[in-house]
T-cell receptor
Framework: DAGVIQSPRHEVTEMGQEVTLRCKPISGHDYLFWYRQTMMRGLELLIYFNNNVPIDDSGMPEDRFSAKMPNASFSTLKIQPSEPRDSAVYFCASSPTGTSASYEQYFGPGTRLTVT | AQTVTQSQPEMSVQEAETVTLSCTYDTSESDYYLFWYKQPPSRQMILVIR??????QNATENRFSVNFQKAAKSFSLKISDSQLGDAAMYFC??????????FGKGTSLLVTP
């Protein structure tokens, strides 16, 4: 398996522009997570899905952020409009159905977003 | 909310030596999972080791082992025979019933020849 795939790996955009980050989870995994990593706040959960349904979006910073999962193999995280404080590394992770043997989350390589 | 504390922002170890990274957490749950993740400069998050709270036996993965003290809510990582490739940020993480990982702030490990 190719693992969790994220695109783009790097994104540089100007303040006010729309940014879309993409994620393809590992096939067969039915949990998908979006995390954000910054120096100030560390790694924090933004939102997660189970079977394509958003379960907890309490970590989404504000209305400028939105996430969708139209099918089991694709998710997007959109920021509109973007601001310099959104600059961070955004990780997508996936996990199989919670069993005693798992609960492991497999991370993608991350997208480094820079908003100027 | 559960909190995870890593009190050592930076640690240093000589090649072939042993180092222990500390982690404490706060929870009212009895059933949960704990993890150590490694993040090298490539920024890829790599799972190092996992511990189920209901298991008394400490987890071990080759040169990596944990000291899990449930009553003290402590979960330290021991790296034996340290190698240059072990240099990275190490994150302790807690997983409770909600399926979301709570991470500590991380410990930067430097390995010197």
């Amino acid at each position: 398996d190719a693992g969790v795939i994220q695109s783009p790996r790097h994104e540089v955009t100007e303040m006010g522009q729309e940014v879309t980050l993409r994620c393809k989870p590992i096939s067969g995994h039915d949990y998908l997570f979006w995390y954000r990593q910054t120096m100030m706040r560390g790694l924090e959960l933004l939102i997660y899905f189970n079977n394509n349904v958003p379960i907890d979006d309490s970590g989404m910073p504000e209305d400028r952020f939105s996430a969708k999962m139209p099918n089991a193999s694709f998710s997007t995280l959109k920021i509109q409009p973007s601001e310099p404080r959104d600059s961070a590394v955004y990780f997508c992770a996936s996990s199989p159905t919670g069993t005693s043997a798992s609960y492991e989350q497999y991370f993608g390589p991350g997208t480094r977003l820079t908003v100027t | 909310a559960q909190t995870v504390t890593q009190s050592q922002p930076e640690m240093s170890v000589q090649e072939a030596e042993t180092v222990t990274l500390s982690c404490t957490y706060d929870t009212s749950e009895s059933d949960y999972y704990l993890f150590w993740y490694k993040q090298p400069p490539s920024r890829q998050m790599i799972l190092v080791i996992r511990q189920e709270a209901y298991k008394q036996q400490n987890a071990t993965e080759n040169r990596f082992s944990v000291n899990f003290q449930k009553a003290a809510k402590s979960f330290s990582l021991k790296i034996s025979d340290s190698q240059l490739g072990d240099a990275a940020m190490y994150f302790c993480a807690y997983l409770g019933p909600g399926y979301a990982l709570n991470f500590g702030k991380g410990t930067s490990l430097l390995v010197t020849p």
